[in-house]
């Protein structure tokens, strides 16, 4: 059976994940950069300023008062648990393994233009926002691909259809990179890292062990008792959680890096060169190039999931009233995962040891014995810190939190896809089958629990991206709007919503401000 399930998905998966895919991918992001005048480039000290300089005030990290809504903080924590997860970690060092060290080149670009990706999709969602019968916020593609494509002439029914495909692509998606593939490296880490032998050494499910299967049991408990209490508990989790692990994280990367330190140049070289002239163990040519390429793209899209639309569903329960406000936190987002915290993951690998004789050699692609691409940054941790596997405790520690973390934020993406199919009253019901499907992810292969996600990524992509071209003149004219008003100081009319009531409501907190 799971030989079946490995064959179709590799049907498909080659098909959403072929140039036809990559392109729409990036040239949505190139199309979003140039619309908005390379916002992210021309506006950088604006959108830092308003994100990272902003943590301090209280409008932004203090909680909301307002039913079904969080702070922009809460948003951003909460979005960051759901994309900070195993594709930092092993995602990184699966595309450096496959695709060489020029796959973190590629990373790069799909973050750069995934930056206005994420902006876009996060824009579109404010606007076409609105409250379901909870009094709670529900934006997502669902609704901009149904009330904002849907509306064009002739596509009424094409964005109806689109909705629905992308609501339905979500909740699988859910259940694939928010659940199985995240609960698959978890287990894999701790296994490892804290092994009990009593329990390794028991098989139930043919290679499986008893103590994955209880691994998987306890995430499971743990998953239930936060996300049955729905998004403000998942807020108030994660905005705990992920700033400390993200600098836990960043700081220990540091520190390997450090140690490493002549090896730091050698690896940005090679990571430059090799984007174009792979080592020999990725192919020959052109070939190799697109290998690099396509791991590149698909890893950093698994990392902070700039073109899937997810982070839009919680990016639409932010108490701030201006969509660009809230656009630019995507923006911030897809920086922190990628530009920051999957960079350190690779320069782990790739200075850990040096290039050559490290866990990773650069130039064959072979990995130190005992290693595989779920345990190579623990491997390269415990070289520094191998007292006791402290190293790969530590990772193994962190895979947890960043893995069980997207976990969370993952069953709130599924639950508004729930909820915009079957109604908000139902959610509950989601929430319960996302929690059954952790189980999976103990029992299931590497390769075949991560292969589904990349397939249900991609096809929740392409609805979604269809919806983010269609809209683009709508983003520019609120990216202009917002430039005139807060950057320019242009006395004109806000543009914030697609409903009358909705705007006018909120132009008056604007001028309250």
């Not at 080659?14 to 190139?30: E, F, K, Q």
């Not at 596997?389 to 973390?405: D, E, P, R, Y």
């Not at 079957?422 to 189980?439: D, E, P, S």
């Amino acid at each position: 059976m799971l030989d079946k399930i490995a064959e179709i998905n590799g049907a498909v998966n080659g098909v959403v994940w072929g140039i036809p895919g990559l392109v729409l991918l990036i040239g949505t992001g190139i199309l979003m950069t140039i619309v908005t005048k390379v916002f992210q480039v021309s506006h950088i000290g604006h959108w830092f300023k308003k994100t990272l300089g902003s943590l301090f005030k209280k409008d932004v990290i203090g909680h909301s008062k307002e039913k079904g809504s969080i702070s922009p903080f809460q948003a951003l924590c909460t979005a960051l648990a759901a994309t900070v997860g195993t594709g930092n970690i092993a995602g990184v060092a699966a595309a450096i393994c496959v695709g060489g060290a020029g796959a973190v080149f590629w990373m790069w670009v799909a973050a750069f233009f995934g930056m206005m990706t994420n902006y876009s999709e996060n824009v579109l969602g404010m606007y076409f926002r609105r409250k379901n019968p909870n009094g709670e916020w529900s934006g997502g593609a669902m609704y901009y691909l149904r009330d904002g494509l849907g509306k064009k002439k002739g596509c009424k029914w094409i964005g109806v259809v689109l909705a629905v495909l992308f609501s339905v692509f979500t909740m699988l998606a859910s259940f694939g990179i928010g659940s199985m593939g995240q609960v698959n490296k978890i287990v894999a880490n701790v296994a490892v890292a804290f092994d009990v032998k009593a329990l390794s050494n028991i098989m139930v499910f043919g290679n499986v062990s008893l103590y994955n299967v209880l691994i998987g049991v306890v995430i499971m408990i743990l998953t239930a008792l936060i996300t049955l209490g729905g998004l403000k508990r998942i807020a108030n989790v994660a905005e705990k959680i992920v700033p400390f692990m993200v600098a836990l994280y960043i700081i220990g990367s540091i520190i390997i890096i450090g140690i490493n330190y002549n090896a730091i140049i050698p690896a940005f070289k090679a990571i430059f060169v090799n984007a174009f002239k792979p080592e020999s163990f990725v192919g020959g040519g052109i070939g190799a190039v697109i290998i690099a390429m396509t791991n590149g793209f698909k890893r950093g899209v698994f990392s902070n999931e700039a073109g899937l639309g997810s982070s839009v569903m919680v990016h639409s329960n932010s108490n701030i009233k201006d969509p660009v406000k809230q656009g630019m936190w995507g923006i911030f987002e897809v920086f922190a995962d990628t530009m920051v915290v999957c960079t350190m993951t690779a320069l782990v690998v790739l200075t850990s040891g040096g290039l050559t004789s490290g866990v990773f050699n650069v130039q064959t692609g072979e990995i130190a014995q005992g290693l595989t691409d779920a345990t190579l940054v623990g491997g390269a941790f415990n070289a520094v810190f191998s007292w006791g596997n402290i190293g790969q405790k530590f990772i193994a520690v962190a895979m947890f939190l960043f893995a069980f973390t997207t976990v969370l934020g993952w069953s709130h993406y599924g639950s508004k896809a729930w909820e915009y199919l079957f109604g908000a009253k139902t959610t509950v019901i989601f929430r319960i089958i996302h929690v059954c499907t952790v189980i999976f992810g103990a029992v299931l292969s590497s390769s075949l629990a991560w292969d589904i996600s990349d397939t249900f990524n991609g096809l929740m992509m392409i609805p979604n991206l269809i919806g983010v071209v269609a809209l683009f003149p709508l983003v520019m004219k609120i990216t202009k709007n917002y430039v005139d008003r807060r950057i320019k100081n242009k006395n004109v009319a806000p543009v914030l919503s697609y409903d009358p009531e909705i705007e006018a409501e909120a132009a008056k907190d604007l001028d309250a401000e």
